[in-house]
């Protein structure tokens, strides 16, 4: 057994010697771009428009970008991948509708938010709208995501089904295979605007969250660059503006 640890600290021990950190700040700059990652399938935050990557954080972080005096290139990837893929070097910055929670960061570290929101309850019906309500119910969620960490938590509910993306979580609800799904308050009020006859009802938000952009742990010459320059961008109305654009509403945090 002993012989067993030793051998699978070597091989951790040797992982993380070869592993390369996302770049620091004088790196990024030498090269004049920054790569960051988001999902693109997490409308109106993060979404593609035909081939373009576009979306409220999309617009946040390129403004950012520009405003640190950055070129930005774009990956696009499953939820899943995209904090991991910092420790990996795959990009610098990734901004995807994280929640700033403790869990992740022990293994990143996040900016200053660029929203505040919550997780919301939606049904097909108006009987669902609190937490009491979901009791003995199938709710769906997107895997990796605070809403499914909540809503393992609510006392009573019969089973949590998480799926790849929140639009498989929505489908989900909509064909019927779920009673619930719990999703961010700012995409439900979007989605229902855009289907207002496809009988969706939202109830009561059943957490808070603050939203930040990742950068890989401990990269604190470029979390700071990017609060910089997301501060200014708030003060000038940037932010707002863009905000405005997508939400009618500003969604920064108060
Ligand atoms: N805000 C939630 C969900 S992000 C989901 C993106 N599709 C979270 O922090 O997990």
């Not at 996302?22 to 920054?34: E, F, M, N, V, W």
């Not at 993060?46 to 081939?51: D, E, L, Q, S």
């Not at 108006?126 to 309500?133: E, G, L, R, V, Y």
């Not at 009573?156 to 295979?177: I, Q, W, Y």
Request: include cysteine; hydrophobic fraction near 45%; aromatic fraction near 8%.
């Amino acid at each position: 057994m002993k012989k067993i640890l030793t051998t699978v600290a070597t091989v951790v021990a040797l992982c993380s010697a070869v592993s390369v950190q996302a770049r620091p700040l004088d790196a990024i700059q030498k090269s004049g771009s920054i790569t960051m990652g988001s999902e693109g399938q997490y409308a109106p935050f993060n979404f593609f428009r035909g081939k373009e990557l576009t979306g409220y954080e999309i617009d946040v972080a390129e403004a950012v970008a520009k405003k640190m005096g950055l070129k930005y290139e774009w990956k696009a990837v499953g939820f899943d991948a995209l904090l991991t893929g910092l420790a990996q070097d795959r990009w610098d910055l990734v901004i995807a509708s994280h929640a700033i929670t403790p869990e992740r960061e022990k293994a990143v570290s996040f900016t200053l938010p660029h929203y505040c929101s919550g997780g919301i309850i939606v049904a097909m019906t108006p009987a669902i709208k609190t937490a009491k309500d979901l009791a003995g119910k199938v709710v769906a969620v997107q895997t990796g995501t605070t809403y499914l960490e909540h809503v393992k938590k609510v006392p009573g509910v019969k089973e949590v089904k998480n799926f790849p993306t929140d639009e498989a979580a929505r489908n989900a609800l909509v064909s019927k295979r779920v009673d619930a799904w719990v999703t961010d308050r700012f995409v439900a009020k979007e989605m229902i605007s855009k289907n207002a006859k496809a009988g969706f009802n939202t109830g009561d938000m059943l957490f808070v969250e603050q939203v930040a952009a990742a950068v890989s742990k401990g990269n604190t010459g470029l979390s700071d660059a990017y609060n910089k320059a997301l501060k200014e961008l708030i003060a000038d109305g940037t932010i707002k503006a863009i905000s405005e654009k997508y939400f009618h509403e500003d969604v920064t945090c108060k």
